[in-house]
């Protein structure tokens, strides 16, 4: 039993960080204070907590305190500790990607645009950040179309000796191979860097005065062109609230429900909303609006590759403001203003923001009491005494045996657990042979999950008839697992879905459900998930190993004898055909790795 009263005589009033453990000296919550006594006294007092609250304080065993100079120190450390031990009880934060931009390059003749992610480090313009992949193709997609920009890369640009189809669907301008000049190429540039920096307004005066001139010239076709690249604009116009300051913002809104919470931002750029996004963390202290936004951004912006914007606008003042604006300041290096008190369309996007979380959050609900509800159907089906919790399906993809891929994804009670899916590599099995697939992808898996790397499901789904059933079964005999459920999935005569039959092991048995089971569109969900991660990682391994040259795999066979092999003989066929002497003629091959590239190449 922990004993507070002790533990809190001996705290210090001066700013840290806090953390909590349990008996097993696990980590329970990170927390940071301007006066820690203060803070962890509010836990516990007799009256005034939360259930929540109240479950947290129950188990915890022991405090370790780390003492800091301000409170803006606290602020970064707690965060860091937050991100590196993922407390239980912390707001957690899933996604820590750094968000997508749009790249304009800056030193080519005819400049590219095109899709970024990552480190800033070619030379150019960055436009962003976008809250999704998705939301800079819309984008880019958009400025093709209007403006013909190349969005080719510089290795093609400089090869081609013809249009290619983007020239043909009127997406591209050609200027690789000369049809149009750099002077109209580059007014087309500066007019997508305009719309992208904001300036609609005035590329469409531009537009206009430009669409006059050439009417007048009876330049028909340039000003009908002109005409469509204004209706465009306008059109989008049409679709923004727009702010007269231009300003770069994050728009803040918050939604809780039932244990749930949502946060939906709004990204704002040069008074353009670029898109926005949903989050949905891990909360389990029953935080008010206002502490799970304090919670968020610091989490949100603070030691990510995220760019921190100049103002960020909540719906509601946090009680501390002052200590993240410190602290966002920090680490941008300009001021960033957290602003509540809005009039105008500022006020107008925070409310959209919040319409959109709790839309959000209730749409995110519902599917979970679904979801709830096929496992629930599930249990009846299988006869299962307590509900499934947490399910694995496998499946096997290849081409004609080619590049086999074997695929895991698991399912628990709230949806996809993305986290824990896995993809093996199948290797030295006989091509297409897929019991031996689904064996070797089954024991790699089980045998990491024996030695404590992850949890074991309650039902295993085998995507396949009672062949691969019976891989499953001989290799959890084999590592002596027992308590998991074996259900094989194998498609009915008509191999349509619905007509699915069910193998299930522990029954000898099979069955089939009827087609509006709430257990059997379960089932189908996580086993067509499990289809789509095995297709995926199966075509990406096909293509990699198509674009490798056999030589790469080749031991004593770097770059530089690969280059001397493909001048001496002009491309991989007449090496195929050379004979071990000719290949030793090459500089730097000797007569014994000669013989080990002849041999690779003809599979001896």
């Not at 820690?36 to 907590?49: D, H, I, M, Q, T």
């Not at 003989?569 to 500089?587: K, Y």
Request: hydrophobic share 35%; net charge positive; charged share 25%.
């Amino acid at each position: 039993m922990f004993d507070s009263k002790r533990f809190l005589q001996t705290v210090t009033r001066k700013p840290g960080v806090y953390q909590m453990f349990d008996a097993d000296g696990c980590i329970l919550y990170v927390g940071k204070a301007k006066n820690l006594r203060n803070r962890l006294s509010s836990y516990f007092r007799a009256s005034g907590l939360t259930a929540k609250t109240m479950a947290l304080v129950q188990r915890i065993d022991s405090i370790e305190v780390t003492v800091t100079r301000s409170e803006t120190e606290a602020l970064v450390l707690e965060q860091s500790l937050i991100k590196s031990q993922r407390p239980p009880y912390n707001v957690m934060l899933k996604d820590d990607k750094g968000y997508p931009y749009i790249f304009l390059s800056s030193r080519d003749t005819f400049p590219r645009i095109a899709f970024h992610r990552g480190a800033k480090r070619k030379k150019g313009q960055y436009f962003g950040p976008f809250p999704n992949a998705s939301s800079v193709r819309d984008s880019l997609n958009f400025l093709q179309k209007t403006f013909r920009i190349r969005s080719c890369e510089d290795s093609v640009f400089r090869n081609r000796s013809r249009p290619c189809l983007q020239y043909q669907i009127q997406r591209c301008t050609a200027p690789c191979v000369g049809l149009v000049s750099e002077e109209e190429y580059r007014r087309d540039v500066r007019h997508a860097e305009m719309f992208l920096a904001g300036k609609s307004d005035k590329i469409l005066r531009e537009l206009a005065d430009e669409m006059d001139a050439a009417a007048r010239a009876l330049e028909f076709e340039k000003a009908a062109r002109l005409r469509d690249q204004i209706s465009a604009l306008r059109r989008l116009q049409a679709d923004q609230v727009a702010e007269r300051s231009h300003g770069d913002v994050d728009v803040l809104g918050v939604a809780s429900q039932g244990g749930s919470c949502c946060i939906h931002i709004l990204f704002v750029r040069q008074g353009r909303i670029l898109g926005s996004r949903s989050y949905f963390p891990e909360e389990r202290l029953g935080l008010s609006n206002s502490e799970l936004l304090s919670a968020f951004i610091p989490q949100f912006y603070l030691g990510s590759q995220r760019e921190v914007p100049r103002e960020i606008l909540v719906p509601e003042p946090l009680e501390d403001e002052g200590v993240l604006q410190e602290a966002l300041k920090s680490q941008s290096g300009r001021d960033v203003s957290i602003v509540y008190r809005l009039r105008g369309s500022r006020a107008t996007w925070v409310a959209m923001a919040g319409q959109a979380a709790e839309q959000n959050l209730s749409s995110r609900t519902a599917a979970q009491q679904k979801l709830q509800s096929r496992f629930e159907a599930l249990q009846d089906a299988l006869g299962l005494e307590q509900l499934p919790e947490r399910l694995e399906c496998f499946d096997i993809s290849h081409s004609s045996g080619e590049a086999t891929v074997a695929s895991c994804v698991v399912f628990d009670t709230g949806g996809a657990v993305k986290s824990d899916y896995r993809r093996f590599n199948i290797e030295n099995i006989r091509p297409g042979d897929d019991y031996a697939a689904m064996g070797q992808a089954l024991k790699r898996r089980y045998t990491r999950l024996s030695s404590g790397e992850g949890k074991f499901p309650n039902i295993l789904l085998i995507d396949g008839g009672k062949g691969q059933v019976r891989q499953a079964v001989e290799v959890l005999n084999q590592l002596g697992i027992v308590g998991v459920q074996i259900v094989g999935v194998a498609k009915g005569t008509t191999r349509k879905a619905g007509f699915e039959t069910l193998h299930v092991v522990s029954s000898n048995k099979e069955m089939v459900l009827s087609a509006d089971s709430p257990a059997l569109h379960l089932i189908q969900q996580v086993r067509d998930e499990a289809h789509r991660f095995a297709i995926t990682g199966h075509r990406q391994r096909r293509d990699k190993k198509r674009r490798e040259s056999p030589l790469e795999g080749i031991s004593g066979v770097g770059p530089a004898r690969r280059r001397a092999l493909l001048r001496h003989f002009g491309g991989l066929q007449e090496i195929r055909r050379a004979s071990v002497d000719e290949i030793a003629g090459v500089e730097g091959i000797s007569c014994k790795l000669a013989q080990e590239i002849y041999s690779a190449l003809h599979n001896e």
